[in-house]
């Protein structure tokens, strides 16, 4: 239809739009079913899931530090 010319803009951006927001919501429904199996599955699986988040808050301030310059003192030396 696109190579026809038969394709209306609406029609394309609606295309467009569901064709984006597809991989988001298939990611969260299978995020959905990964937690309640591991609801199921036990105390191992809820320690192994906080302890993932717990190490992944504490790289984000390491990953912020990634790219910028050292900090200098006064007489422009590196600290």
């Known amino acids: ?3 026809a010319r ?7 951006e609606g295309v467009l739009y569901w064709s984006a ?3 988001p919501i298939i990611v969260a429904m299978a995020a959905s079913q990964d937690v ?3 609801m199921s599955g ?3 699986a809820i320690v192994a899931g906080v302890l993932v988040v717990a190490v992944a808050f504490a ?3 390491v990953v912020g530090r990634i790219g910028r310059p050292a900090p200098t003192t006064e007489s422009g ?3």
């Open 1 to 3: 239809l696109k190579s």
């Open 6 to 12: 038969r394709l209306r803009p609406a029609t394309d």
């Open 21 to 23: 927001i597809y991989v």
């Open 36 to 38: 309640a199996r591991a």
């Open 42 to 44: 036990g105390a191992a």
């Open 59 to 61: 790289l984000v301030p």
């Open 77 to 79: 030396e590196e600290a």
